[in-house]
């Protein structure tokens, strides 16, 4: 504990990771989407001959540049954080997540780093056929990495295919297309990626509204506008769709966390979609308040997005904390029992081990195995510990629905303005065009809010909870470090930010 | 395949990663000769766009290295970078600079002015390359850890792993290895720079950091030679310290000697290419060279009943890459994925000579919107 502030070592961890992540993810959404837009602009290059084309495409790579190399090193943080701060986790599920992040590294990063120095450098140095072929080959290499990296982070909301070794006191691959294939990793997979090709047309939407605005590089920023709004309207509708699915797969996997999304405290059936609220502040777990003083709700919506059933239950807070055995669920209490009948026959097997006792020792191998998917329950104080902040969630989803939302629209608009030739003539919804960049990158972190803070308390769900996942560390260490970064991060996004203005207002046809 | 098989393949693959990442650290060491062996602002340019073109490889294998060490031997992973904190936190400060400084370093509105980048690449190449070849000195002269029952790590140092650079056996590798990254850089530079003069004065600078390198990796490799080794018995995973060990590995193991000698003889050979014979071809000498030397000692402090990585404070918590690594069934998967290691190779070469067919000549940047 740090006497200073009163936060733990893992704290100070679980909030350098945290910041870390976010600041990673404000480069990567804009490196998975305009990797693609440069690489449509490049085709188009490519199939028509036409100049300016290219021009748009090296002003637009220019950015996506400045914008990799910021988010490549801080994905080398995250990795190297991984085992400074999380040692115990990267030994308990080393055999499982270490695998994801090496192939990345083997057929992703490679991918990417490799053709960067052609897709920069190469313009006069090899076939425009090559060129085009480099380029398409960096957007893919990218989005290849995205896949290993939610894989892993798939597998740790819902570790499937993978089994509780008492020999080696950890978690070990049973089945990597399981994991690969998991349906919560896919689905994160498809659900990240279109948020990066949103923000990313947000980005292109954003800078081009300002070039029309300041009535400059009209035909460029047109031309720019129109590649990023279709992709912009097709992936954000997209975007919904998997959104949709991701409801579906929560509700089944990580009841917890959509509870937690809903601020749904008591199960219900024919349960609704909570579309505005306002929370209570200080609900507790079991103290029957109502948990809003304002809610509208969208009628048995939350029943057919969890369960395609409109009539079905959906367990809230109190059901998964305290059980409900009227819809057989089993509370949280019941399964700390289990964990820690898992943990003390995890101790007894490894004395039998010792001591040759091979009865024994089988007997309790059996009992660490009946009881090892709920080993993590084990190292909770008291039930109440599996709830996750409600209020962070609740508001966070919500932020990044609406803002979904209203992106649907505003690519709609875009495009049925630029189909009737009339987009310059209103200064107004330009301006608004200019928010779009800022509010996809609020809207994105928020949903990294939902997906990661949702599922607390756990690193892995129902395996491992975060507090015995760090490293065993004094608080002034990662004290220590958390503000390094924190400068490092100000530095950076001051330093990328000012770089990048300048470029755009230099605009496609100066610049360095 | 047994599963003693495929630890000893990704400890291959491990060592030849390392050998790899040590032979792109010429990035590193041209980062530092670009204040010393440019003259005037146009050879900069050139230094800097001549590497620009390369770091993200280097780059690319420092992650794959702790990806692929993860993933194989995830509790050297948990023990060492949870452990020795300080030391990872400098390494990885010194690397987070690298990316960005190349890319603002020249561009408009950049806020720090080109010389804090031409820092930070100074830093990269020499802290950043001395913290690495120390770290991995560890893996010899061990560290103080211990195990619990459930291979959870404690660190008995309160240096957490800034005590490595107290040893001169430590930093005689770190800074053999800086010498050595300065090395392979001006050659780098003599074949890929078409600026006569910048090329003449890098071939002297091959020579001087020869002559820089040798004391520290003699000292190094005598001194390995000559000290006691961390063995352990096959059968019980028992740990004792044995006389001579690392010398009784290459006599035990004649094809790693042999590639530690043939990589002795071909960065020589690359010295006399780049400073004496005028020929642009030491690069390659000198990074098969660098290649074979890390993988052979990779390989002896690996294989032949050796741990990796001792303890010192506890014996019998030193990693083994037996009692480190990752299931029979992940070393399977990952070995199958590392079959398509051959075509990364393939594309990286190709697109390597695609792009350096030409020397670099000042004129194809000058005007250039893509240069930094």
Redesign the interface.
């Known amino acids: 504990m740090d006497l200073a502030t009163g936060l733990a070592h893992v704290d100070w961890s679980r909030l350098q990771f945290a910041v870390t992540a976010m600041f990673h993810f404000i480069f990567v959404p804009l490196t998975l989407g305009l990797a693609f837009i440069v690489a449509f602009m490049e085709t188009i290059y490519v199939r028509t001959g036409d100049e300016y084309w290219k021009r748009v495409t ?1 002003f637009w790579m ?1 950015l996506f ?2 914008n990799f ?2 988010g ?6 995250m ?2 954080q ?10 308990v599920v ?6 994801p ?7 992703a ?10 897709m ?4 006069d ?2 076939r425009k056929g ?1 060129h085009l072929f ?1 380029t398409w080959m960096v957007a893919i290499g990218s989005n290849l990495s995205a896949l290993w990296i939610l894989i892993a982070n798939g597998w740790m909301q819902y570790p499937v295919g993978s089994h509780y ?1 008492p020999d ?3 978690l ?3 089945n ?1 297309w399981e994991i690969l294939f998991s349906p919560m990793g896919i689905i994160k997979f498809l659900h990240t990626v279109g948020s990066g090709y949103v923000v990313a047309s947000l980005f292109v939407v954003t800078v081009s509204a300002w070039y029309l605005l300041k009535k400059r590089d009209t035909v460029f920023a047109k031309r720019s506008i129109a590649v990023a709004a279709a992709f912009g309207l097709i992936t954000s509708i997209f975007l919904a769709g998997t959104g949709d699915q991701s409801g579906y797969i929560i509700a089944q996997k990580q009841p917890m966390k959509l509870a937690a999304m809903e601020g749904l405290y008591d199960g219900e059936r024919q349960a609704g979609v909570v579309a505005m609220g306002i929370l209570r502040p200080n609900v507790k777990p079991g103290d029957g308040q109502d948990p809003f003083w304002l809610e509208i709700k969208i009628p048995y919506a939350l029943s057919f997005m969890g369960y395609r059933d409109v009539n079905a239950f959906v367990p809230g807070i109190n059901d998964l904390v305290y059980g409900n055995a009227a819809e057989g669920i089993i509370g949280a209490g019941e399964l700390m029992e289990r964990g820690a009948l898992a943990q003390i026959a995890l101790a007894a097997y ?1 004395e039998s081990v010792k001591a040759g006792d091979r009865a024994g020792s089988e007997f309790h191998r059996m009992t660490v195995a009946e009881n090892a998917p709920y080993i993590g329950y084990g190292s909770l104080e008291k039930p109440e510990d599996i709830v996750p902040p409600v209020g962070i969630t609740f508001y966070s989803f919500r932020i990044m629905v609406m803002l979904g939302m209203f992106f649907i629209a505003l690519f709609g608009a875009i495009l049925f303005l630029l189909h009737r030739g009339q987009i310059e003539k209103y200064p107004p919804f330009l301006r608004l065009c200019l928010l779009g960049l800022p509010l996809g990158y609020i809207a994105a972190q928020a949903g990294w809010v939902v997906a990661e803070v949702g599922r607390q308390p756990w690193a892995v769900q129902d395996l491992l909870p975060v507090h015995t996942a760090a ?3 004094g608080a002034g ?1 990662i004290q220590i ?1 958390f503000w ?1 970064f924190v400068f ?1 991060f100000v ?2 996004f ?3 930010l ?2 990048m ?3 755009i207002k ?1 605009g496609p046809e100066g ?2 | 395949m047994e599963h003693l098989l495929l630890q000893q393949y990704w400890w291959v693959i491990l060592s030849l990663l390392a050998g790899l990442l040590v032979f792109m650290f010429f990035v590193q060491g041209g980062q530092t000769l670009l204040l010393t062996l440019a003259k005037g602002e146009e050879e900069k340019q050139l230094i800097v766009n001549s590497l620009g073109r390369k770091w993200e490889l280097g780059f690319t294998t420092l992650v794959l290295f702790g990806g692929a060490f993860f993933a194989a031997f995830p509790l050297f992973y948990a023990t060492s970078f949870g452990g020795a904190y300080f030391v990872w936190m400098a390494i990885l400060l010194c690397f987070v600079l690298q990316a960005v400084s190349y890319e603002f370093r020249k561009k408009p509105g950049n806020l720090l002015g080109a010389k804090v980048y031409e820092a930070f690449l100074f830093l990269n190449g020499s802290v950043g390359v001395i913290l690495i070849g120390t770290a991995v000195a560890t893996l010899f002269s061990g560290a103080a850890f211990s195990l619990n029952e459930y291979n959870l790590s404690q660190w008995h140092n309160d240096l957490r792993g800034l005590e490595a650079a107290f040893s001169l056996f430590n930093v005689s590798l770190g800074v053999a290895v800086f010498f050595l990254g300065r090395m392979l850089g001006a050659l780098y530079f003599i074949n890929h720079i078409d600026a006569p003069a910048l090329v003449e004065r890098a071939r002297r600078s091959v020579l001087i950091n020869t002559v820089c390198f040798l004391p520290f990796f003699l000292y190094f490799v005598v001194a390995l030679l000559m000290r006691d080794g961390y063995a352990y018995d096959q059968v019980t995973g028992l740990v004792t310290l044995e006389s001579f060990k690392y010398l009784d590995n290459f006599l035990a193991m004649p094809i790693v000697l042999a590639m530690f000698l043939a990589g002795v003889i071909c960065v020589l050979y690359a010295v006399y290419l780049g400073a004496f014979a005028k020929s642009s071809a030491g690069i390659w000498s000198g990074g098969v060279g660098s290649v074979l030397v890390v993988m052979s000692l990779f390989l002896n402090v690996g294989l032949n009943g050796t741990a990796f990585y001792p303890s010192y404070h506890d014996l019998q918590s030193s990693l083994t890459i037996v009692n480190s690594s990752s299931s029979h069934y992940t070393l399977m998967a990952m070995t199958i994925v590392s079959i398509t290691v051959p075509v990364v190779l393939g594309y990286i070469i190709l697109t390597w000579r695609a792009m350096d067919k030409n020397k670099l000549h000042h004129d194809e940047i000058k005007d250039s919107k893509e240069a930094y």
């Open positions: 090296k220019k540049a400045i190399v910021v490549i090193s801080t994905g080398l943080i990795e190297f991984f085992g400074m701060n999380w040692s115990n986790y990267s030994w080393g055999d499982v997540f270490g695998a992040l090496a192939i990345e590294g083997i057929v990063f490679f991918l990417e780093a490799t053709f960067f120095a052609v920069f450098f190469g313009w140095k090899v090559t480099a070794n080696t006191a950890r070990e691959m049973l990597f490894k490293t065993s560390i260490a470090s390094i490092i530095v950076f001051m330093a990328g000012k770089v203005l300048e470029q230099i610049g360095k």
